[in-house]
Each structure stands twice: as structure tokens, then as C-alpha cells.
Nanobody, 125 residues
Framework: QLQLVESGGDLVQPGGSVKLSCVAS????????IAWFRQAPGKEREGFTCITRGGTIWYDRTVQGRFTVSRDKAKNSVTLQMSALKPEDAGTYYC???????????????????WGQGTQVTVSA
């Protein structure tokens, strides 16, 4: 059974950078599309990027050009490099996977079965 654990959240200044990791156990992440979601206080969880099993990457326009998602096969993980952070990027960040060997609509949370516990990113001066 797949389990996901996020890490790397931090307090950063506007314009700063942070790298998040989503480390898997139980199964190889190569078999899963992986998406990142975030949830700001008082707001709904929203998806903003995903990487397919074949390596295709999708970004929401709000993070396009600032965030980069990639796989680290050696570590069975997915990394999210976030740069040029804005206060509106603050929130709890989650990685998620759909059921085994199934696809998903990248930004549709209902398609995802396995979630990490989240890691907090705060963007403040």
C-alpha cells in the first residue's frame, strides 16, 4: 500500500524559494501520477501541478514559471521546487496519488486516493 510523506515546508520571505519533497513508501512512485495540492487558511484545497507516469508535467497558471516538479527515482520521491514565492502561495502543501496504475485529472482532488499529511509553507516578511 502506498504511503506519502511531505517535508520541506518553511517560513520564507516573499521572493524566496523552498523545496518540498514527497517521499513514498510501500510502492514505487513510477507507477503513479503525482499531484501537488495546497490549501490556504479558510480556502478550499486546490491542485496546481502534477507529473504523469510518462513524465508529462502540468502547471496551473498561478505557478507556471515559478514552480518546478520533478521525480527523483533513486529516492522514490517527487520534488517541488518553489521560487519567487508570493504571500498568496502560503498554505499547507500536499502530494497525492490516484489509485494504483490509474490516471487522474490533475487538479481534481476527487480523483486522488492517497494523500500525505501536508507540510506548511509560510510566506511572510
Amino acid at each position: 500500500q502506498l504511503q506519502l510523506v511531505e517535508s520541506g515546508g518553511d517560513l520564507v520571505q516573499p521572493g524566496g524559494s523552498v523545496k518540498l519533497s514527497c517521499v513514498a513508501s510501500g510502492r514505487s512512485l513510477d507507477d503513479y501520477l503525482i499531484a501537488w495540492f495546497r490549501q490556504a487558511p479558510g480556502k478550499e484545497r486546490e491542485g496546481f501541478t502534477c507529473i504523469t507516469r510518462g513524465g508529462t508535467i502540468w502547471y496551473d497558471r498561478t505557478v507556471q514559471g515559478r514552480f518546478t516538479v520533478s521525480r527523483d527515482k533513486a529516492k522514490n520521491s517527487v520534488t517541488l521546487q518553489m521560487s519567487a514565492l508570493k504571500p498568496e502561495d502560503a498554505g499547507t502543501y500536499y502530494c497525492a496519488a490516484p489509485p494504483y496504475h490509474e490516471g487522474a485529472t490533475c487538479f481534481e482532488s476527487g480523483d486522488f486516493e492517497t494523500w500525505g499529511q501536508g507540510t506548511q509553507v509560510t510566506v511572510s516578511a
